[in-house]
Structure formats: C-alpha cells, structure tokens
C-alpha cells in the first residue's frame, strides 16, 4: 500500500496524559498536513509542512499541540495534558508533484480522552 | 476568511433517485473547489475539482458539479443514486498558497436499497 498511514488507528487516554500520532506520507510528497474532524463537522486545519519546514502553526488549537517533521519524511502530532473536548478524529494528508491539490490522506487516529 | 456552507446535513433517498447537495462558498475571487467523499470505515476520497475553466465538472463515479460564480455555488449532482453511494459528502475550498482545505460541514448521504 502506497497510500498515507496514521498510526495508531485508535487511542483511548486518560484526561491529562501526553499523547503522539505518527504519518507516513506517501515518499515522494513533500507536502504534509494535519487536520482535525469532530463528530458533526469537516476536517479543520491545523498544520502545514513543506519538507521538514513546518510553514504553518497558527492553526494549532492551543500551546498544547504541536508537531514535528524532523527529516522531512514522517511526522508526529503531540497533544499535552489531554482534555475531552481534544477528542476527535485527527487525519493526515500529502502531496506533492505537479498536481497542487493532489491530496492523499490517510484513515485518520481517532482520539477519545477519558 | 473563507468559509463553506453544506446546506444539508443527512439526506436520505432511495435507489435511482437523482441527487443534489448544495455548496455555498463564502470568497469572491478565484477559488479552487472540491467534493470529497468518505465511505463508512475509509479515508477522504476526492470525487471533483474545479479550478478553471468548463464550470461543470466531472468526477468519478458518474458524480459532477457545476460551479456558478454568481451564486458562490458548487453544487453535487449524480443522475441517479446507488446503494453503494451511502456515504458522507464533503465539499471544501482551497486556501492561499500553501494549499490547505477549508471544509464543510458534509452531508451524510443514506440511498435505500
């Protein structure tokens, strides 16, 4: 499979613990976002990488979330001190070439805090 | 900043049955829009894209849109409906230069066999 995978699929957490999603973006793209869906709504956005360069930030929700894509290959998204409302499903997507919008995204990390 | 609007929530139609969902996009200048689709248990699927051009769009799985400026609209249409099209229906618009999506709400789409 040559698609976008997120892992894990599923973590369960309790309120206040530190939790990390990894993406592995199909290898050539060298664009990488992150998104987050709530029950009932799109995809929001949250992060934007252009190779390791992480050009956009200022949609994380809060100083809690942050991400990383140290060699330009996969990345993680870290939530700190989980709360419940940061329940949601947390998706991946790349791409790269010529074809500006060609996004692949992965299955998503479905996030319930406790 | 842009925003998009799915006018429906959960439309429900049996087999044969035409569809369409309903698109308001809220920026005056060019825009590059789209239809994503997710089926049950899978990731996002683009189904369409315009950026230019021929307004009316087509997609895969007999899916097309048809964008009209003056309406800030991009409108999903399929002729007729399967069981198999159950699914949640997106559509979203293109963001600036680094590319990111603005999405709907989506319309959860059940066809009964």
């Known amino acids: 499979d040559t698609g976008v995978s997120q892992d894990p699929r599923h973590k369960i957490t309790k309120r206040g613990q530190n939790v990390t999603f990894r993406c592995d973006p199909i290898s050539e793209h060298n664009r990488l976002y992150w998104y987050r869906q709530t029950l009932g709504q799109g995809p929001e956005f949250l992060t934007y990488?252009?190779?390791?360069?992480?050009?956009?930030k200022s949609r994380l929700l809060s100083d809690r979330f942050s991400a990383e894509r140290p060699k330009g290959s996969f990345s993680t998204l870290e939530i700190q001190r989980t709360e419940q409302g940061d329940s949601a499903m947390y998706l991946c997507?790349?791409?790269?070439?010529?074809?500006?919008?060609?996004?692949?995204f992965g299955s998503g990390t479905r996030l319930t805090v406790v | 900043a842009q925003s998009v609007s799915q006018h429906n929530h959960h439309v429900i139609l049996s087999e044969a049955a035409s569809l369409e969902l309903g698109c308001n996009y809220s920026?005056?200048?060019?825009?590059?829009l789209f239809w994503y689709v997710q089926y049950p248990g899978q990731h996002l699927q683009l189904l369409l894209k315009y950026f230019s051009g021929d307004p009316l769009v087509k997609g895969i799985k007999g899916f097309e849109a048809e964008f009209i400026k003056s309406k800030f609209s991009f409108n999903l249409r399929k002729p007729s409906v399967q069981w198999s099209d159950t699914a949640e229906y997106f559509c979203a618009v293109g963001e600036g230069s680094q590319g990111n999506l603005i999405f709907g709400k989506g319309t959860k789409l059940s066809v009964k066999p």
């Open positions: 997507a790349s791409r790269g070439g010529t074809d500006y919008y060609g996004y692949t």
């Open positions: 920026y005056g200048g060019t825009v590059n």
């Open positions: 990488f252009q190779n390791e360069a992480q050009l956009e």
